[in-house]
Each structure stands twice: as structure tokens, then as C-alpha cells.
């Protein structure tokens, strides 16, 4: 598989919320391409499952 696949694979994972799957794929990805945009979905990822809001937690 090329790095376009397992970027597309990443998204189609994320696109059904297997989170873990998606990052795992996008790490291949940048493994075969360190400048494939799984690099960006990579970080938006970690992103969206490192949010806290403390807000929410202690209103």
C-alpha cells in the first residue's frame, strides 16, 4: 500500500469514529511520507482526543 492509502484508509476510519484505527493508519502513512497530509490529520486527531474542557468538568 501507498502512502495515499493508508491516508484514505485514516479518513475512512475517522469518518466512522474508530479513532485508534485512524491514527494507526495515518502513522503508516507518515512512515512511508513524512510530508503526506496524514501528518495534518494526525495532529487534528490528537486534537480533537486530547480536548478538555474544564468548564464542562467543574461549572
Avoid: H
Avoid at 479518513?11 to 497530509?37: H, M, T, V
Avoid at 494526525?42 to 468538568?57: A, F, P, Q, W
Amino acid at each position: 500500500m501507498t502512502a495515499e492509502d493508508y491516508y484514505n484508509r485514516g479518513n475512512e476510519f475517522r469518518k466512522r469514529g474508530n479513532w485508534q484505527e485512524a491514527l494507526n493508519n495515518y502513522l503508516e502513512a507518515i512512515a512511508l511520507d513524512p510530508d503526506s497530509p496524514a501528518a495534518e490529520a494526525k495532529k487534528m486527531v490528537e486534537n480533537i482526543l486530547g480536548y478538555y474542557c474544564r468548564d464542562m468538568y467543574n461549572p
